[in-house]
């Protein structure tokens, strides 16, 4: 359960460090909360844990009143991608690799630019590999 309270608090942190100036890299932002959760999603394989997880990065990174496209392009990417971590057929970080991928561009599709989608998954991608390197890390403790 401990694990699980950490969970949420570094989510909650994540999603408002990724509100601030400061998450900004070149002008972009990555998106940090999704990177997050797909690594997350490797951990938990309750519904329940993610769905919550989810849920908390949703409303603190609420992105205007009410319920707006980017809330729900945000938390349909997230569901799937948490879905196909483990239904895509290859190893499981493979398949949160491409999740990951996938969730960038469906993110993007509205303003969808090449180099900053491309300059985004970069960032992601390298977002992700970081909260991997320390979840085995706190796994093996």
């Known amino acids: 359960?401990?694990?699980?309270?950490?969970?949420?608090?570094?989510?909650?942190?994540?999603?408002?460090?990724q509100l601030s100036n400061y998450a900004l890299i070149g002008?972009?932002?990555?998106?940090?909360?999704?990177?997050?959760?797909?690594?997350?999603?490797?951990?938990?394989?309750?519904?329940?844990?993610?769905?919550?997880l989810i849920f908390v990065s949703a409303v603190i990174l609420k992105f205007g009143s009410g319920f707006d496209l980017q809330n729900a392009v945000f938390i349909i990417?997230?569901?799937?991608?948490?879905?196909a971590v483990n239904r895509l057929p290859f190893h499981k970080l493979t398949n949160a690799i491409l999740a990951l991928l996938v969730?960038?561009?469906?993110?993007?599709?509205?303003?969808?630019?090449?180099?900053v989608f491309a300059a985004e998954a970069f960032?992601?991608?390298?977002?992700?590999?970081?909260?991997?390197?320390?979840?085995?890390?706190?796994q093996e403790r």
Do not use: C
């Open 1 to 17: 359960m401990f694990r699980f309270i950490a969970s949420v608090f570094i989510v909650t942190v994540t999603s408002l460090f």
């Open 27 to 52: 002008g972009i932002k990555p998106n940090i909360a999704l990177a997050l959760l797909i690594v997350l999603s490797l951990i938990y394989t309750s519904w329940t844990k993610r769905a919550l």
């Open 77 to 83: 990417t997230s569901v799937l991608s948490m879905g």
């Open 103 to 115: 969730s960038t561009l469906a993110i993007n599709l509205v303003h969808f630019s090449p180099i």
């Open 123 to 138: 960032y992601n991608l390298a977002l992700f590999l970081l909260f991997f390197a320390i979840q085995r890390l706190w």
